[in-house]
C-alpha cells in the first residue's frame, strides 16, 4: 500500500499516448534514485502518488506503475502482455484437457538491443545504470536499493525505435496491459481510425469487463485515491475509447479528480485527406466528450494547430528535434507533463488534483492549454530574476496545445512550476549596495520570485505556483535533442561546449486558461460546419450518427464561448 500517499491511477490509452507514456515512466523510474546519504531528506515528489508495491509469486517485493494501459494488436513488439516480472496465477493456470493438444505460436519479435539487458524479476536496471533489486521495507515507499554494478546500457538510436515498447525500461504489473486485438495497430485494413469505432469497444461486454477488472484491482489497493490522469490519443478511435472511460470513470468514482491529457502526433501531410478528415473530427468529438466526463482536459501536441491547415511544429531555442518521430514528440510532451503535474504529487504540501482542476476550470472552463519552456535557459553565472527579466513582456513558455501563438491573449487562471534550479541561483546575488534592476531582484526567497514575475506578466490572474529544486531527468533512453550550449545540469553555457551529455534540465512548465480557445475552439467549429460528410460516411459508419454531429457542433461553439473575454491583457 502506499502509506498515505494519496495515490492517482494513470490511463493511457493509444499508441502515441503509449510513447508519450514510455517517457514519462522511464523519467519516473530515472528519479526513482535514493539519496546516497541518509541524512538528505526525501525527494521533493512522492513516487508512492503514481507507484504500488506488490509482491511475486516468488516473494520477490517489487515497486511498479499504478497503470492501465491499451493499445492494438500488434504494438508490444517483444513485450509481453502480462509483463516480465510476474508470472500471473491465471495465465499459468493448469490445462484441464488431457487429450491431444496442437500448439500454434506466433513468431516473436526480437527484442530490441537496447532492452537487452533488462533481465527479468530479480532487479530493475534504472536509467543510472544500476541494478536495484527491491526490497520494500513495511511496504511503504521507495524501497533502499541493493545495488550492484551493470553493464552500460546501450543508447538507443532513433532507427531502431518502433514502437512504444522498444524503450520501456520499467517492468509492468501484469494487470497494466489491456489488448485490443479486433483491430491492428500495422497495415491498411483493420485500423481504429475513428470516434465511434472507440467508443463502442468499451460497449463490449469483453473489454468494458477487462476495464473494470482492472480498475477495481488497483482502487480498491489504494488509500487515499485523488484520481484519475487519461493520457489518451485524440486524432484517432482512441478519442472515443478515452470518452468511454472518462464516462465510466465518472460514473464510478464520483469527486475523484480525471484529468485527461489529449495527445496529438507531430505535423500532418496535406495530401492525406481522409486522415487529416479523421483527425479533425475525432479531435472535434473527443475534446467535447472528454470535458464532459473529466474535471479538465489539456490537449498536448508539437503541432501548431488543431484545424486542417498544416502549420510548422513549434521550437525551441536549445533543442533540435524530428517532429515526424514520435519517439522524439514522446519525450518532449512527457518531461513538460512531469513538470505541470508536480503539484499533486508533492511530497509536502501537495495539491489534489480535484483542487487543482476546481482553479483552473472554473466558469465552464474544462479545456485549458500547456506551455513549457525546456530546458529554462539560466546561464550559471545569472540568477532566477535575471532570466525572468531578459524574458521581457514575453510569454515565457513555448505553447504546448497547438492553440497557436499566446501573445495578445488573456489568461484566466494558471498553474506553473519551475523545477531544477539550485538554490543560491534564486534569488538576486547583487553585492549590498548595488542598485537594483528589477522589483524581482529584491525578494527574498525564489518563491517569492515567481510569483511576483507571475503577477507582473499577468495582474489580476487566479494563478498558483511552484518551486521545485528536483531538475527532469533525461538520461536514455530520452533520446539525445540538446544544442551544444548546454552543461551536464542543463544550463546555457556562457563559454565553450565543455562536450558533457546533458543529465538533467530545469523546466518551466504552465497550465492556463487561456482566451486562446475561444478562437481555437471557434476555429476547430467552424471547419467541422464546413465538411460535406457524404463524403465521409465511412466516419459516420463507424457508430456516429448525422444527431450526434449536430449535438457535438453545438457544445464545441458553447465550449469556445466559455474564453470569451477579449484577446487584450486590459479589460
Known sequence: MAGGAREVLTLQLGHFAGFVGAHWWNQQDAALCRPTDAKEPPGELCPDVLYRTGRTLHGQETYTPRLILMDLKGSLSSLKQEGGL??????DAAIAWQGKLT??????????????DLLGAEGVLSSDGIWRVKPIPNGKGPPPFTTTTAPKPLIPT????????????????PRSIC?????????????????????????EPKYLEALEDRLHFYVEECDYLQGFQVLCDLHDGFSGVGAKAAELLQDEYSGRGIITWGLL??????????????????TAFGLVHLSAHSSLVCPLSLG???????????????LQYDAALPFHCGAILATALDTVTAPY???SSPVSMVHLADMLNFSGKKVVTAGATIP???????SLPDTLMQFGGATPWTPLSACGDPAGTRCFAQSVVLRGLERARLTSQLAPGTPLPSPLHACATGEEVLAQYLEQQQPRVRSSSHLLLTPCKVAPPYPYLFSSSLSQQGLVLDGPPTGAAVESIPVLGALCSSSSLNRTLGDLAKELAKLDLRRWASFMDAGVEQDDLEETLQELRSLAQCYQGGDSLVD
Open 103 to 116: 500448439t500454434h505460436k506466433e513468431e516473436l519479435y526480437p527484442k530490441n538491443p537496447y532492452l537487452q
Open 265 to 282: 502526433p507531430g505535423p500532418y501531410r496535406l495530401g492525406e485527406p481522409q486522415k487529416n478528415i479523421y483527425r479533425l473530427l475525432n
Open 304 to 318: 501548431g494547430s488543431l484545424g486542417l491547415r498544416p502549420e510548422p511544429p513549434v521550437s525551441f531555442p536549445h
Open 158 to 173: 532513433e532507427g531502431s525505435i518502433r514502437v512504444w515498447s522498444d524503450f520501456l525500461r520499467v517492468h509492468l504489473h
Open 376 to 382: 529554462f535557459p539560466l546561464v550559471p553565472s545569472q
Open 179 to 203: 489488448m485490443i486485438q479486433k483491430y491492428n495497430h500495422d497495415g491498411e485494413t483493420g485500423r481504429l481510425e475513428a470516434f465511434g469505432q472507440g467508443e463502442s469497444i468499451l460497449k
Open 86 to 91: 510476474y508470472r500471473d496465477k491465471q495465465l
Open 345 to 347: 504529487r508533492l511530497r
